[in-house]
């Protein structure tokens, strides 16, 4: 009986790659899975809602016409506000490290050291949000 090729496949045959994973670079596709791929979209999909938004109360909301530093302070006392520009901070880093993290894992560059180059991405994200954090944190307080 010939083995099976179906990618579905629950057991395939001894040897083989599951699931068209190559067997030379074990733990890539773990690292490199479904996961990135899906946050991906998403997070491109919450970019154009929190962009959309955005574009919408500066340029067409019923709020002062001139932009000042006054009228963004009183902006941004607003709870809308505060989600809709902390979304879009937080979701403009995730998707373009999460990005950079795909080319590079995907690319092959360097397979061993996936787990660490996801692990430094994050710690640039989350250094770069709270940086994003103390920069607005003078309009936020009330």
Do not use: C
């Amino acid at each position: 009986m010939t083995p099976s090729l179906d990618l579905l496949d629950a057991n395939p045959p001894a040897g083989s790659p599951a699931y068209g994973a190559p067997a030379a670079i074990p733990g890539l596709y773990r690292e490199s899975g479904m996961r990135p791929w899906l946050m991906q979209r998403v997070s491109g999909v919450l970019l154009v809602v929190f962009v959309a938004i955005h574009w919408w109360t500066v340029h067409y909301a019923v709020l002062p016409q001139v932009l000042t530093v006054e009228n963004i302070s009183i902006r941004l006392k607003t709870l809308l506000f505060i989600i809709v520009d902390m979304g879009l901070i937080g979701t403009t880093i995730y998707h373009g490290l999460n990005g950079l993290r795909n080319i590079i894992v995907d690319m092959r560059i360097w397979p061993e050291a996936t787990a660490s180059i996801t692990r430094t991405l994050h710690a640039i994200g989350i250094a770069t949000f709270a940086y994003a954090l103390f920069a607005l944190g003078p309009f936020l307080v009330r």
